[in-house]
């Protein structure tokens, strides 16, 4: 009886050491996560809900200590004077959300006008696109090695576009994620 208790134990315990090495949480995964957290705090209430219409930067940290693995900054768009609106969230090594805070001192940036979809939804849907194509070996370096991401309109092919600029720190250049205003996925380049 002893040995089953301690082998049960021994089992236990080694199972939740593994649960904090989940390859699929990675830094994109946590910017993927930061939309769709600060979408869900809309709809608690808990935060404006104009900041998923205006999100236009995610930057995503490792952390080497406590017990928050990732920090995510969401920034708005930039207001004509000041400094932007940005929400802070904390996630464990399984991507769960522990914490968010709206930082101090920010100011509300003008609205982008997305239309059907908030900003948001096409942050979501971009970051869906590297998540989804992870195993591709174009993709696979802003998967693993993800830093931060632009959203701005463009236009291609005389089409308006959202335009998802994943960066990497492995990769000199970004990943460029045009995102049609319906939250589908128009294509995908390495650019400039």
Do not use: C
């Amino acid at each position: 009886m002893r040995t089953a208790l301690l082998l049960t134990t021994i089992l236990m315990g080694s199972t939740l050491a593994f649960a904090h090495n989940d390859p699929t949480i990675s830094t994109a995964k946590i910017a993927e996560l930061s939309a769709h957290r600060a979408d869900r705090l809309v709809a608690l209430g808990k935060i404006d809900a104009a900041f998923v219409q205006k999100i236009d930067h995610i930057e995503v940290t490792k952390l080497s200590s406590g017990a928050a693995a990732y920090k995510s900054i969401v920034t708005q768009t930039q207001p004509q004077t000041g400094t932007p609106l940005q929400l802070e969230l904390q996630f464990d090594h399984d991507g769960k959300p522990l914490s968010f805070k709206v930082l101090a001192g920010g100011t509300a940036g003008p609205d982008m006008g997305w239309s059907p979809k908030s900003a948001g939804e096409l942050v979501e849907n971009g970051m869906h696109y590297v998540i989804d194509n992870s195993a591709n070996a174009t993709v696979a370096p802003y998967f693993n090695d993800f830093t931060n991401l632009v959203l701005v309109k463009g236009t291609l092919g005389g089409k308006d576009v959202a335009l998802l600029q994943v960066t990497a720190s492995s990769q000199a250049k970004p990943l460029n994620i045009y995102v049609n205003l319906d939250g589908t996925i128009n294509s995908v380049v390495v650019g400039p």
